[in-house]
């Protein structure tokens, strides 16, 4: 931490120490998909977006989506993926790049499941796969995985997780938000099974926990695994996986000993309470109930919700920098921020927040 950063904003700049990951501060860039690495794979382009965050003094860099081993992975030609001797060879480029710039990273591991449409690229003829074959809205599409197909997914993560740790990551993690393959199993709505990876809450997590499992056996015990999460869902923002702390508790445990070590709480707005009768946000109860390290996320810089992608205005840091103060939470995504401003961490670190520049959609077209 340099000696002179403004005083109001030193909870950001401490270094953050947990048992498997050093980081020279609490900033986070979040995973936000672009779409910009032609056939799947990262190009020099993608590499020095990422290296100018890294420059520009962000703690950890967590990469957009990429897709897993398995042909209904990612929706688009462009999405980047976690597979195949040419992708893997632009993954290792960005992580050079990041680490020569003095950042650390980690891959985002993704499946899409049955957020994919039917004929999308880059594998058309794939189906969208997911618990029940139910889309989001609980319809129907196409049938359940079988008990064999989910647990080659779990291999498919497996083997992503230990393609990162051989190429120098820093640390992965692992999807399980927003109505993708993973949060289909965790939410009532999309999974009906009566198998181990059904039934009740805990029963729910039961792919995720087996995924966990086996990128802890593909990575080693050292290597820092990231697990993200959330209640909402890209079609219902108001969905719930649980209602109530105590729910929450049932939902975090098996995570927990399956071998996460920091959870990413992922909510639209990090000042919200998450229950009623506490301030605590979603990241907030996370670490109270499993003492594990968490990042918090949701508009941080921003004073409009990112899932509008309206243009947005910069906020105060004042309310976040409180929450950290307090230690309700130990890391900070940052989001929208970030995307058009590879230089935010930089400028709120020495004092220039004048300089920071508000949100405009049109940043979504381009790598700044």
């Known amino acids: 931490m340099t000696n002179n950063v403004p005083t109001s904003v030193q909870p950001l700049f401490e270094k953050f120490n947990s048992d498997q990951l050093e980081l020279a501060n609490r900033t986070v860039m979040a995973p936000m998909t672009r779409g910009f690495s032609p056939g799947g794979v990262p190009n020099e382009e993608v590499a020095a977006y990422y290296r100018r965050r890294a420059e520009n003094h962000v703690g950890l860099i967590v990469t957009e989506g990429t897709g897993i081993g398995h042909p209904a992975s990612v929706s688009g030609e462009n999405i980047p993926l976690f597979y195949g001797e040419e992708a893997l060879q632009g993954w290792e480029n960005v992580v050079k790049e990041v680490h020569e710039a003095g950042g650390k990273i980690a891959p985002q591991l993704w499946h899409v499941g049955m957020t994919r449409n039917e004929g999308d690229l880059p594998n058309p003829e794939a189906a969208a796969v997911g618990p029940s074959g139910l889309n989001l809205d609980g319809e129907k599409i196409n049938e359940p995985l079988t008990t064999e197909e989910v647990e080659d997914l779990v291999e498919a993560y497996a083997a992503a997780a230990g393609h ?24 009532e709505q999309t999974n009906k099974r009566s198998d181990r990876f059904g039934g009740d809450l805990v029963g729910r997590t039961q792919f995720a926990v087996e995924i966990v499992e086996a990128c802890r ?24 996986l649980v209602e109530t702390s105590e729910e929450l508790e049932q939902f975090l445990n098996p995570l927990v000993e399956a071998g996460v070590d920091i959870f990413h709480c992922s909510t639209r707005r990090f000042w919200e309470p998450e229950f009623e009768g506490s301030d605590l946000n979603l990241a907030g109860w996370t670490k109270k109930i499993t003492g594990k390290p968490v990042i918090s996320v949701g508009s941080v810089g921003l004073d409009g919700v990112f899932t509008s992608f309206t243009s ?57």
């Open 164 to 187: 990162a740790k051989r190429i120098g990551f820093d640390a992965i993690e692992i999807h399980g938000a927003h109505g993708y393959l993973i949060d289909q199993f965790f939410w």
């Open 312 to 368: 947005t205005e910069t906020s105060s840091l004042d309310g976040l920098m409180e929450k950290l103060k307090n230690d309700e939470f130990d890391l900070v995504a940052i989001g929208r921020s970030l995307l058009h401003d590879p230089a935010w961490v930089k400028k709120v670190e020495e004092g220039r927040s004048d300089e920071l520049k508000p949100f405009d959609k049109e940043a979504l077209g381009k790598l700044y």
């Open 217 to 240: 056996r593909e990575v080693g015990p050292d290597f820092p695994i990231i697990f993200r999460f959330s209640q909402w869902k890209m079609n219902d923002f108001q969905a719930k």
